[in-house]
């Protein structure tokens, strides 16, 4: 028998080195996935296939409902976190102002501010104005906490773009807002995707600052699960899962063919 | 089509750094004018006030015989080919071009007829749907040309717009550039610190140091009669020394030179009854040769200190007896047929017509 040269031996260690780290990652989903199909209550045992689980939540009203809120307030939140973000990472790259240094860390401070600390700060002030807590009061509260998300991501890649390029569409007859909308917006896509995709993800699993800041009717789909497995674990949320996962997976496909420029045929 | 450009007393200044200091210029309709100078001259800021990138903190700028002083850049009928190109990289060629002309709000028919016009006359036909990461440095240089031209501004500036060129593109690109000014008949200001290109493109240069005009007219004219020291060395090869009068005749002044060798020059070049001057003498006005050379004929001797081969010439190191070092140019030519080495002693000849006077010193 050929002795293996040492190379081979580290290649072959890399390869089952990448197996575990991805088994690490994904066996559990996998688990999950498998028994979302399964017909025991159990998650032990696999007695047979069935698609009961997911009809049961396609049934559940309340889950549903829920669901809805969910969608609904994170699609929200993502269009006023991409314009606010957007317009704000514009204004400080573009504007030198006294205390622009200041507005830049004050921003970029609440990404790493603790959950706990933002739902009940939340939670206070709309007490102070009185503000019945409900559908706004979620999204007002998403919000400040998402768009910091895209301002960073859309900051990043304006520190890397030619100011030229503002120049040329200006100097070609565009007004400031043309030139803005015209090329500056396009150039800046890949992060303003990236940072949508982070602020309706950040959204959609929202807990802490919810729990907060929703009332009974305004209930999203994590608090809803929360509440379900805080009763007993139940297959439904297999299912659930399995949904999410996939959700996530089609939504990081898209985003990915929306961040690659399109190649126009060779000449 | 064509206009003219006034910059009238201009000054700016970032900070405490002056980077325009009261220049007054004026390039006239149809015109290839280059602004020339070493970096941070301020030749582009002049540039950029022009365009409206900067305003003028005094004087006013002109185009076209009106003010344009406080008009921003997308209201100028002036459009500009940038050192970076900064060709929008979402767009097709096709797309760049048309940028100006679709906010100009042209018809669809006539966009299009435009941009096949302007794609022609910069050679890209081909190249059309292609995004400027897919094209050459020489074919992005052709785009950023093409579109800011394609909208018949009346003026055109171009920003170093060479200088991301190797030398052989280069070239040709200076060919090309200067045809296309004449074929067009726009006015042209072009920046570069490149004094080959300055030579080769403009009808008038205007020279820039530390924010002012040094001097302003045909490129020959500033090689043949530079106004200052700096003039001398920036273009071309000079050697600028100090001179003293020593004799006045009727047609020709004596100098001593450096306090070393003599050398006649027209007396009508003297400024007045000044008793010292710089001088310049041109590196290939030397004439050098083996044999003595009498000094009433403007001969001195030098050793050759240094030899620097630089292709059709040599570029020789030369230390008078008294001192004074001076480059001159030595054909290239075979050994023994008038060549020097290091460490020989060659004969200076200057003809009193080549001595360039600067002024007082």
Redesign the interface.
């Known amino acids: 028998m050929k002795r293996l040269s040492s190379h081979q031996v580290f290649c072959t260690f890399l390869r089952g080195w990448t197996a575990l780290v991805l088994a690490f990652l994904w066996g559990p989903i996998a688990v999950l996935a498998v028994y979302s199909f399964n017909t025991s209550r159990l998650n032990i045992l696999w007695e047979g296939f069935t698609l009961r689980w997911y009809a049961e939540v396609w049934g559940h009203a309340p889950l549903m409902a829920a669901a809805r809120n969910s969608l609904v307030i994170a699609g929200i939140t993502t269009i006023a976190s991409v314009v606010l973000g957007t317009a704000g990472a514009w204004l400080l790259h573009r504007y030198r102002f006294r205390g622009a240094r200041a507005v830049r860390t004050l921003v970029g401070v609440p990404v790493l501010m603790p959950e706990i600390v933002m739902g009940a700060s939340l939670l206070v002030l709309f007490a102070a104005l009185a503000m019945p807590l409900g559908f706004a009061t979620v999204v007002i509260a998403h919000v400040t906490f998402c768009f910091p998300f895209v301002l960073l991501a859309v900051q990043a890649r304006l520190a890397g773009l ?1 100011p ?2 503002e ?10 807002l ?2 803005f909308w ?2 500056i917006v ?2 800046l ?1 890949p992060a303003i995707v990236a940072g949508a995709l982070l602020a309706f993800t950040l959204s959609m699993d929202e807990v802490i600052v919810t729990y907060f800041t929703a009332s009974p009717e305004a209930t999203t789909l994590p608090l809803r699960i929360f509440g379900l497995a805080k009763v007993g674990l139940n297959p439904m949320l297999n299912a659930l899962s399995v949904l999410f996962i996939a959700a996530t997976i089609a939504v990081v496909v898209i985003s990915e063919r929306l961040q690659k ?1 399109p ?3 060779a ?1 | 089509m064509s206009a003219s450009v006034e910059l009238r007393g201009v000054a700016k200044r970032f900070g405490a750094v002056v980077a325009v200091d009261d220049v007054s210029l004026t390039v006239q309709a149809g015109e290839f004018l280059t602004l020339l100078g070493p970096s941070g001259c301020g030749k582009t800021t002049l540039l950029r006030m022009i365009a409206g990138f900067e305003s003028p903190d005094r004087g006013a700028v002109l185009i076209g015989g009106a003010d344009v002083t406080h008009l921003p850049p997308h209201r100028r009928d002036v459009n500009q080919v940038f050192q970076s190109y900064a060709l929008f990289p979402h767009l097709s060629v096709r797309d760049n071009i048309a940028f100006g002309l679709r906010l100009q709000r042209l018809s669809r028919a006539a966009i299009e007829q435009r941009v096949a016009e302007i794609i022609a006359l910069v050679a890209l036909v081909g190249c059309e749907a292609r995004k400027p990461h897919e094209l050459s440095g020489g074919q992005r240089q052709r785009v950023a040309l093409a579109r800011a031209l394609a909208p018949r501004p009346a003026v055109l500036l171009l920003d170093e717009p060479l200088s991301a060129l190797d030398a052989g593109l280069r070239q040709t690109m200076q060919i090309e550039l200067k045809r296309l000014q004449r074929r067009l008949g726009t006015t042209f200001v072009l920046v570069t610190h490149d004094q080959g290109e300055a030579l080769a493109l403009s009808d008038r240069v205007a020279l820039v140091n530390r924010g002012r005009l040094e001097q302003v007219g045909p490129a020959a004219e500033i090689y043949a009669r530079p106004a200052t020291a700096f003039a001398a060395e920036f273009i071309g090869q000079a050697n600028v020394i100090e001179a003293a009068m020593i004799g006045r005749g009727a047609e020709l002044a004596r100098l001593r030179v450096g306090g070393d060798f003599e050398l006649s020059v027209p007396v009508a070049l003297w400024p007045g009854e000044a008793p010292r001057a710089k001088i310049a003498i041109r590196a290939e006005k030397i004439r050098l040769v083996a044999a003595p050379v009498a000094a009433a004929e403007n001969g001195f001797s030098a050793r050759v200190e240094e030899k620097v081969f630089q292709g059709a010439s040599d570029r020789l190191s030369l230390v008078t007896a008294g001192g004074v070092r001076l480059i001159a140019m030595a054909p290239n030519v075979r050994a023994g047929q008038g060549s020097f080495r290091a460490g020989d002693t060659v004969w200076c000849a200057v003809h009193p017509e080549d001595v360039v006077v600067l002024g007082e010193t």
Do not use: S
Not at chain 1, 167 to 176: C, K
């Open positions: 030619d030229g390029l120049e040329a569409a200006l100097d070609l007859g565009a007004t400031p043309r030139a015209l090329v396009p150039c896509r420029t190649r126009p045929p000449a």
